[in-house]
């Protein structure tokens, strides 16, 4: 299978345990404690990522440098797709005359302006690290199918809801329209879309979805992209972005129970970390 494939397969994990964590946007500190805390074995345990690696958070960097251990996999998130589109043409022709967003993507508006600190204005390119950072984008994936059977589960960024979800049934795609993809290496424009972009299922003003936790026929789904304070399921989809980078935030009236959270996917449970407390936080699913 290709290290380009927009759709990657892996057994299941007989000897340790899988772990999914949240959109990290930078928060690489709060990481590290969850990692302590769970006492993650790098030798046989694995670490999925919902993605949204980078922006906002103070170590973006960091983050997507974890993209080269052997122990971490993760799904491309819109905040990829989008730093992607911005460096393409500098990924083609290598020159970078200055940081500014002709192709109108909204990276820096959106947090990309950290990338500003590894700009050489001298020689009109990016810095030896973060480019080597740069060019592991375009291999992340969009999904990971991990397991078979009973043991099967999905990463992903957004959603696996259908745009014309009101009117079908299933609502939302499942295993066997994930196989066909995969078998055909590809995915369509409007499910790629969706998968990077769409907040329909987990917003709770949506109150267009039957908002039953199973979709028959979808295997639990890992997905990010829409923060809430603790993890929710909703048609099989688990989300477990809570918002690492909101609690970064100094305004002594914001919720304080935002962080960032790590799922056990064996064991189905979670344990969450902040910058506002120094214990960590767990929880049952």
């Known amino acids: 299978m290709s290290n380009n494939a927009p759709i990657r397969k892996l057994p299941a994990n007989l000897q340790g345990k899988d772990y999914v964590v949240g959109d990290l946007h930078g928060c690489f500190s709060l990481l590290e404690r969850l990692l302590d805390a769970v006492h993650f074995d790098k030798s046989q345990d694995r670490l999925f990522s919902v993605g949204d690696l980078i922006d906002r958070g103070p170590d973006s960097l960091r983050?997507?440098?974890?993209?080269?251990?052997?122990?971490?996999?993760?799904?491309?998130?819109?905040?990829?797709?989008?730093?992607?589109?911005?460096?393409?043409?500098?990924?083609?022709?290598?020159n970078l005359d200055?940081?500014?967003?002709?192709?109108?993507?909204?990276?820096?508006?959106y947090g990309g302006d950290w990338v500003k600190s590894y700009y050489h204005a001298g020689k009109k390119s990016m810095l030896p690290e973060f480019n080597r950072a740069l060019t592991m984008i375009p291999k992340m994936p969009l999904?990971?199918?991990?397991?078979?059977?009973?043991?099967?589960?999905?990463?992903?960024h957004a959603e696996?809801?259908?745009?014309?979800?009101?009117?079908?049934?299933?609502?939302?795609?499942?295993d066997s329209d994930i196989d066909r993809w995969l078998a055909e290496q590809t995915i369509p424009p409007d499910v790629e879309d969706r998968l990077l972009w769409s907040r329909t299922l987990m917003l709770s003003e949506s109150c267009a979805l039957d908002k039953a936790k199973i979709q028959p026929g979808l295997s639990p789904t890992f997905c990010g992209h829409t923060c809430s304070t603790r993890p929710r399921q909703v048609l099989s989809h688990v989300c477990v972005d809570t918002g690492a980078f909101v609690s970064?935030?100094?305004?002594?009236?914001?919720d304080g129970n935002y962080g960032l959270t790590l799922f056990d996917v064996q064991a189905s449970r979670w344990v969450s970390a902040s910058y506002r407390r120094n214990d960590v936080a767990w929880g049952e699913h």
């Open 160 to 174: 696996l809801v259908r745009p014309d979800y009101r009117t079908s049934q299933p609502a939302a795609w499942v």
């Open 248 to 254: 970064l935030e100094s305004d002594p009236e914001a």
């Open 98 to 109: 200055r940081l500014k967003d002709v192709a109108g993507t909204g990276f820096l508006d």
């Open 63 to 94: 983050c997507l440098q974890l993209l080269e251990e052997s122990w971490f996999y993760a799904v491309q998130g819109n905040h990829e797709n989008m730093m992607l589109n911005f460096f393409l043409p500098y990924l083609l022709n290598g």
């Open 143 to 156: 999904m990971w199918i991990v397991g078979a059977g009973e043991n099967r589960f999905h990463i992903i």
